[in-house]
């Protein structure tokens, strides 16, 4: 296992990663502004769970055999474009609905189980859609190993909780500040209308960033 020293110091770059401007904390930002931070923080935990895919896809050596497979890596990317952009359209044409007072309130706390295990879903196929995560992950957390000290698969695996544990904090944080600013806006139909069209625009970027993304 990686010293205490190794895993603080991988922590400290793990939150720094983290409060980066990237995709996944994008989705984040927009998702809660929109939805909540309830569904902020579903979406946060779908993410956490990809990150737990990847570093099981390093630990068992896939990430390396996507890394050398042209197809392989174009494929992945097409898969996350084309739901980025599916989140795109879907925000794009988001009806309005305004309500007022305690029942707006109301309406944006009610989370049931399914709902919360569909934004935790999309949270993970964001995550393992993006290719690039991949390959960052196959580059980044080896270099934090020590054969000397034991399995390096079972090195990999505590550094992706130690990530994992850094992604929840900072975009947890992320997804709380942001619910709670999407609160005031849904209270007004315009607001909410150029809330939708943000949220578009963002993914359809984020869609295009990823096809033309490369190696």
Known sequence: MPTWDVLIAFFGVAVLLGLSPGPDNLFVLVQSAQRG??????????????????????????A????????????LK???AAYLAYLAWGAWRAPVSVTEGAQAQAERDVLTLKTAMGWAGRG?????????????????LP??????????????????CVFMLATLLVFGSIACGSG???QILQRSARAQRLLNRIAATVFGALALRLVLVQR
């Open 37 to 62: 931070w309830r569904v902020g923080l579903c979406v946060v935990l779908g993410l956490s769970l990809g990150i737990v895919g990847h570093t099981v896809a390093v630990a068992l050596g896939l």
């Open 64 to 75: 390396a055999v996507v890394a050398a497979s042209p197809m392989l890596f174009t494929v």
């Open 78 to 80: 097409l898969c996350g």
């Open 124 to 140: 993970v196929v964001m995550s393992l859609t993006n290719p690039k995560v991949l390959i960052f992950f196959l580059a980044f």
């Open 143 to 160: 270099q934090f190993t020590d054969p000397a000290r034991g399995s390096v698969g079972l090195q990999v695996m505590a550094l992706g």
């Open 180 to 182: 709670l600013f999407g």
